[in-house]
């Protein structure tokens, strides 16, 4: 007799199938869209390095 409110597998082929089924599937996708934000919001708040005193700055294209 199969039981329908078995937990999830332990094994990660068993995890990986419970994650894409549709409800799973829906949170599993927005947590991955939400973890790439964070990444990128904390990359993007990140100082870049300081260079020392005596290479020239980067090139950049002229303005104007």
Do not use: C, H
């Amino acid at each position: 007799m199969i039981d329908d409110n078995s937990p999830p597998p332990r094994t990660f082929k068993g995890l990986l199938r419970w994650a894409m089924t549709p409800p799973q599937a829906w949170g599993v996708y927005l947590l991955a869209v939400l973890l790439v934000w964070l990444l990128s919001f904390y990359a993007g708040t990140l100082k870049p390095k300081r260079t020392p005193e005596g290479t020239p700055p980067a090139v950049t294209a002229p303005k104007g």
